[in-house]
Every structure is written in C-alpha cells, then in structure tokens.
C-alpha cells in the first residue's frame, strides 16, 4: 500500500513538473499557456477601463513638466516648455500606445523576425537584409545625425520610448508579446529610420524590368512599344498640362538623359508560386508585385472656390488596412510648434496634418526610382567586379541572423558601388513569392540606400508659416517621393511631386541594365528646384491620385508608367465644377463611389452581349442590372459587382496566354492600354492567342458568361451579389492573429473610384481642414489610437470610418484638464 502510494506521489509529481514545464513553453505557434493564462501577468492585465486613469511619470532627462492630454477619443494633446521634451512625450505616449507595433514592424524591415518566431521567418529576414534595409537606415541615421537639430530629436523620441519600456512588468506587456512569447527591446535611433526604409519599401511600387526585359525578349521591340508605351492615351496629370516649366535642361544634363544605356537582354527567371507569409508582410516588401489599382487622393482649392473664402485642402492615402492603424493622431505643442496629424508610429514628428497657418497631405508618385544592373564577377569568389574596363572590389556585408531555438545563420551581401547583389545565380528561396521579380547575380541601385533626412523634412513642415517654409521643407526630402498637396491661411495652394529624382532616361526605367557600361549609372539628380510644382494656378484647384505627375513637355523623365487616370480625372471634374466648397462637399467627394472605368465601357460591353443570344436566365438578368446600373460602387449594387468579374475576366483572358503562362516572369498591360484596346481597336490581332483565334465578340461574351458563372458559384442566387459582401472589406490584424482583427464592415468604392476600397486597402486616413482665422479639421482613421485590443480606443473610429464620417480634430490651446472632450491627463516629471 504504501509503496503504491509512493508511486503515485511519483507520478502526479512527475505530471506536474511535466505541465508547469510544457505551460511555460512556447509549442509551434501556441503561446505558453501557463504564462498566457496566468492572473497576475496574463492576458487578463491587458483590458483598459472606459475611462483612462490620470498617472504621472518622473524621468531624469525631463527639463521641464509636460502635460498630456487624452480626448474622448483617446488621442493624446502634448503639451511641452521645450523641443526636448516634446519629442521625449510623442516618444513616450507612442510606445503607451503602439509598442508592440514599434517592435514587430521594425524587426521586420530589419530582417529580424527569426528571433520571435524561429527558422520559419529565415527567407523573409534574408530578403530584407538583401534589399539593403538596414544599410539604407544606417545612412539616412548618418546624415540626419550631421545635422544637430534632428539628433536632438531622434535621441528625445528614443529617450521617451525607452522611458515607456523601462516601467513595465512582465504584466504590462502588449497582448502580442505574450501571445508570442518575448519581451520588447531598448529602442534605437536606427529603428526610427528603419520605420522610414519600410514606408519607401511599401511604396515603391515593385519592379518590373525583368518582367519587361523577358516581354523584349520573347516578342521584340515592336510589341513592347505597342502594348507598353511610355505615356497613356488617356491622361490628366497632376501639374496643369501646358505649364511654362520656366527652366531648360543644360548640357551635362540632356547628355544624361539621351545617352542610350546598354540594355541586358537574358536572366528569364521563373514564377515563384508559394507563399506561406501574410499578405500585410508580402505587400510591403521593395519588390513585391503590386496591382495598378490601389492608390491615394489629395486635393485643395483656395477661396475662390470655397463657401469661406479660404482655402480647403483634404486627403485620404490609401494603403493596407490593419489593426493596429498605419497612422497615430496626435498633437504636439511647444514654444515653437502647434500641430495636429498623423504620425507614424516609431517616427517623430506629424507627417499629414495641420497647424494654424497651413494644412499639408501626401499622396505615392510611384516615380521610377529603382534599377538593377547586371554585374561581372572577375571569378567565383565574387572579390572584383568589371565597371569601365576596369576590376573593382566588392564589398561583404556579413549577416547574422538569430533564430530563436537554434543557431544563428550568417549570410553574405556582395555589395558593388551600385548597391546590394540580392540574389547570386540559383539562390532565390522558393518560399517567397517577391523574389519572382528580382533578377539573379544583379545590383540594386534604390534611392531609399542613399543618404536621407526626411525628419528634417516634416519639422520644418509642423512649423511653417507660409509658402516658402513649405518649400525649404521639401528641399530635405529623399524618399518615398511624395506629392506633396499645400495650403494656407492667406489663400496659396500649391503641389509639388518630390523627392530626389535620378537623372535618367526611359529604357533605363523599364528593362535590366549592363553594370558594367558607365553610361547607365545614375550620375546625378533632377535638381529640387526643378521638381514639378504648381502654385496658385487659375483653375483654383490643385489634386493627385497617383496619376502621372506632367504631361510630356516636361523635360525630365520621372518613369513611364503610374497609376491610371480614372480617380484623378474624376476628382478633377468635380472640382472644376465646384463652388462654394465646403466640408460637405469635400466629405462626399472623399466618399466618392463613381467609376469613370465603369462609365467608359459599359455601353460597348453592354451592346456587343445585347447581340448575342444564348445567354440562360441568370445571365440575361445580370445583362439587365449592367443595362440600369449608374456606375457607382455603393454597398448594396448588384451591377458592380458583375462589372468588377467582367472586367477582371476580360482582362485576364486577353493577355494571360501571351504573357500570364509563359515559363519567363512577365507582366500584363496596363488598364489604360487595354481599355483602348476594346474600345479603339475592334479588329486588333490581339483578342486571338497563340492557341486560339478570336474577335472582340468572343472575348467579351466569354469574359460575360465566365463572371455570372464565377459569381454564382462562390455567392449563389444573385440576390446575394450586393458589392459590399463581394468585396468583403475588412481590417485585419497587423500580424494576422486570428480574432484580433474587424468583422466584414459594409462599404463601397472600388479600386478605380475615388473611394478607393478592396477586401483590406483603402483610406488609411482621411483628413479635411478648413484653413482660416482660426483652422477647422475633421478625419478619421480604420482603426483607433490603441494598439491594445482590450482597449475600447482599439477599434472605436471604424464605425465612424464604416459610414464615411468624420470626427472634429481638437488642435487645442491650453493644457488646462478642464475642456470640452478631455476625459483624462498624463503628467511627466522631471526627477530632481
């Protein structure tokens, strides 16, 4: 008896050990139960109460008392006696805010998620070490330290970070960390930059010369001027067209732009098909492959057209919607600044926003700012390279990365003058599809690897006054280029594409190029000066959307292909029709629902199936709703959801044989040629395939019953096509953790309106300030100022967002804690 007792003393014993062992542990993706469960350090610590607690913080490297204060909305209002300060609090309330958020996203532009999550996130951490991330943050840090004012800030906003991180206890930690299992890290300057990197990743819009050097390739030059002209047929560009550019290009300059580079005619590397990343990972890595349709909106116009007599100005930049938001609302006020906007988490400063003398908002121009040069090895060492005739050396970077459970990996960089060699010959990994693009044994040349300061840019910017302030602040800015949408008090408006601009010319932007023949190199920039800028122009309105940034009598080449044309020429006829704008009319616009695509081929479309006549019932009724639709893209629209199948089918089966199938990556035709195509060129040989002859009819009666089939078979009786359930828009989480992230929310707009809206892109941000004695702004963001999902400011402007309304801005004047909509305050104390 007693030595049966005395086994089972073993045994439970022997279990418990096992189970505190195993709780504690984190098994494949499940997070250490033990510790996730646990009362006292769980998850449970994670829920926030309705109404935030009033707490203060003592810190040794405070100089003064710095009140924040939080609205009702849970946006924070600094207010700070000096810049140290306030870049110390915008720090500090970030991280109280977004920390997990700093920590995941800089890990992943640095290539360090292998540290979290293990072997799996190897080839992602590879990719970005090979695209130069880090090294491009390196140098941008390098030169914003050489100038004073942006270190002290850096340094400030990093104090303030670390400040946040120090006072925590294994129970104040983000959900995400104890759903992963680690802790955060000590903040650097670096990760500020890193940040930055990532934005000119996500917006660079891939790279699409080796996709084109196989097209010159397999079909020849004839063809690739044919279906890849260099500028659209159809276009209203963001400079008013027959602008005097009031400059002419020197001779050193003409010389770099008609010098013809040494186009490099093989590397036809395969499609990579598998893809075991989320999408909100893949979408921002430099080379993924983006659609054409997604894009931003910002616009102004001066008194002249508003019901006040003051200028209006509104923007909505449209990118991956995720919880956390890509955006943070914040206030920042000091002896020296007022502003109010949307920061990026882990960056200083308002990158959109407003203060009281000028409102400012961004929109991606998409410019070609990326090359890859084929590069001549001297042997397999990979030691010397050939430029000029002559043997230069290479330069290794050695990578380390760590794998949590196992030993750290090192990789090699090869680096040539013009950048990182990403992949040597048979090296790409098969598990991520952006390598598809990426051609092997070539340099990258990206202007984001080059000395930057970009902070510089939107200090300057959160200060100015005037016109002039705008411009110096745009005289620091590297990239992603911008455009950059300006107003002011006293009634000038004005747009500017910027960013530093190679000097180059246009087969350098489309095809793979020879490394080793000096006329490719980027030998200078378009000087800032001569970035296109319009300023006070006689229509009395000013917008971008993504579009082509001039027409062609500009003298300099900024790439060959942008975004199409259909939301900028709907924004422009709007405004050139307004009067007496107000926020009413700037909200609608934003809201915008009507396609100009739509309205442009309906009536062919719909003529060409009129005539045909084997349709079954459920397609003569989609016929029908194609009949009476009024080409907008609301929730509830049947018709614009059969359009969208239509369309997408039509376009896949008339280029997809030709240039979809092919072993060698290649890439489809813009919209713009194809939309002339159906509608300019009835007998074109290119309706008919290699496999296939066939006319314009057959394509399109084929696309018609193709799209009513597709649609019944994945939503059933048409009564259940209404677009908002098609398109399922949704917000999920940043890290895609199941229940984290939105339910299906009920919108409209579509890729081609100005509401522009797919299953998880649209307006990030929404913005509209009305400039004035005393400035007016409204916006709203997909998500909430919280990063926490047990706060109720998580997910609290969805709804807001949902319905396409906005929420007043409080860009407030005094600290004091008694005002309208301030529901709490943080107190941060210098330690004495």
Avoid: C
Avoid at 335 to 340: A, L, S
Avoid at 679 to 704: A, C, G, M, N
Avoid at 755 to 760: H, P
Avoid at 771 to 791: E, F, I, K, Q
């Amino acid at each position: 008896m007693k030595r049966l007792a005395f086994f089972k003393l073993i045994l439970f014993s022997s279990l418990a050990f096992v189970s505190v062992y195993l709780l504690n542990r984190k098994l494949g993706d499940t997070p250490p139960l033990g510790k996730f469960l646990n009362p006292f350090t769980g998850f449970w610590q994670n829920a926030e109460p309705v109404d935030p607690h009033n707490f203060s913080l003592e810190d040794e490297s405070l100089q003064s008392e710095v009140t924040i204060l939080i609205d009702d909305q849970g946006i924070p209002h600094i207010f700070a006696q000096n810049d140290h300060d306030l870049y110390f609090a915008q720090g500090y309330v970030t991280a109280k805010d977004r920390l997990w958020q700093l920590d995941f996203q800089t890990r992943y532009a640095a290539g360090r998620l292998s540290e979290v999550v293990g072997e799996k996130a190897l080839d992602l951490d590879r990719y970005q070490r090979r695209m130069g991330m880090t090294y491009g943050a390196e140098n941008m840090l390098t030169e914003a330290n050489k100038d004073p004012q942006t270190k002290a800030i850096l340094e400030a906003y990093t104090a303030g970070i670390n400040a946040y991180i120090n006072q925590l206890d294994a129970a104040d930690y983000p959900l995400e960390f104890k759903i992963l299992d680690y802790k955060p890290e000590v903040w650097k300057p670096l990760n500020s930059a890193l940040l930055l990197k990532l934005m000119s990743a996500t917006l660079a819009r891939g790279t699409n010369e080796l996709a084109l050097s196989n097209t010159l390739n397999e079909y020849g030059e004839k063809v690739v001027e044919d279906l890849f002209p260099n500028y659209p047929f159809i276009e209203d560009p963001i400079i008013p067209e027959a602008t005097d550019w009031k400059f002419e290009t020197d001779s050193s300059s003409a010389a770099s732009i008609t010098s013809a580079p040494k186009i490099v005619k093989n590397g036809a590397d395969n499609i990579n098909s598998k893809n075991e990343s989320s999408k909100w990972l893949t979408s921002r890595l430099l080379t993924a492959i983006k659609p054409e349709n997604i894009g931003s909106n910002n616009w102004t116009v001066n008194g002249n057209k508003s019901a006040t007599g003051f200028p209006i100005l509104a923007n909505d930049p449209h990118l991956d919607l995720t919880l956390p938001s890509i955006w943070y609302q914040i206030q920042l006020h000091s002896p020296n600044v007022n502003v109010y906007g949307a920061s990026i988490p882990g960056a200083p400063n308002v990158i959109v926003g407003f203060n009281k003398n000028i409102a400012w908002g961004v929109t991606n121009v998409g410019s070609d700012v990326l090359d890859w040069y084929k590069v001549t090895f001297r042997d397999d060492s990979y030691e010397e390279y050939k430029q000029n005739d002559h043997w230069r050396k290479t330069k290794k970077r050695i990578e380390e990365i760590k794998i949590r459970g196992e030993r750290a990996y090192y990789d090699t960089v090869y680096y040539t003058h013009q950048g990182p060699i990403s992949y040597l010959k048979n090296t790409k990994p098969e598990s991520l599809p952006m390598t598809a693009n990426i051609p092997e044994g070539y340099a990258l040349n990206w202007v984001a690897h080059l000395p930057s300061n970009e902070i510089r840019t939107f200090y300057e910017l959160n200060m100015a006054r005037n016109y002039q302030d705008y411009r110096h602040a745009l005289s620091h800015f590297v990239a992603p280029a911008q455009n950059f949408v300006y107003a002011d008090r006293t009634g000038d408006i004005a747009i500017t594409p910027n960013g530093l601009f190679p000097m180059k010319e246009k087969r350098q932007g489309k095809f793979l190029l020879d490394g080793a023949d000096p006329s490719n190199e980027w030998k200078q920039r378009i000087p800032y000066e001569r970035n296109p800028t319009a300023y006070n122009p006689v229509q009395n309105y000013l917008s971008s959307a993504n579009q082509w940034p001039v027409d062609q009598s500009y003298p300099y080449y900024l790439g060959w292909e942008f975004a199409p044309s259909e939301r900028a020429r709907r924004i422009n006829s709007q405004l050139e029709g307004m009067t007496n704008a107000n926020l009413q009319s700037f909200r609608s616009l934003q809201n915008d629902t009507y396609s100009m695509l739509a309205e442009s081929l309906t009536d062919t479309l719909v003529h060409i199936l009129t005539r045909a006549q084997d349709f079954n019932d459920i397609e003569n009724k989609a016929l029908v709703s194609l009949k009476d639709w009024n080409y907008r893209y609301v929730p509830t629209s049947i018709a614009a959801s059969i359009f969208e199948s239509f369309y997408n089918r039509i376009y896949d089966n008339l280029w997809k044989e030709y240039f979809g199938q092919a072993k060698p990556l290649m890439r489809y035709p813009s919209r713009d040629r194809t939309v002339h195509l159906l509608l300019h060129e009835p007998k074109s040989p290119w309706y008919s395939t290699p496999s296939q002859e066939r006319t314009r009819s057959d394509v399109i009666i084929s696309s018609f019953k193709e799209a009513v089939q597709e649609l019944t078979e994945k939503h059933g009786d048409m009564d259940h096509w209404e677009w908002s359930k098609v398109k399922g828009t949704h917000v999920p989480h940043l890290a895609a953790i199941p229940g984290l992230g939105s339910r299906i929310l009920n919108v409209g707009g579509s890729k081609h309106t100005v509401n522009a809206m797919s299953e998880d892109n649209g307006p990030s941000w929404r913005m509209i300030v009305l400039l004035g004695d005393t400035p007016r702004a409204y916006g709203v963001l997909p998500g909430g100022a919280s990063g926490n999902p047990g706060s109720p400011f998580y997910d609290n402007q969805i709804s807001v967002w949902e319905k396409g309304e906005l929420v007043e801005l409080l860009l407030l004047d005094k600290r004091s804690r008694n005002q309208d909509h301030i529901i709490s305050q943080i107190k941060l104390i210098p330690t004495n």
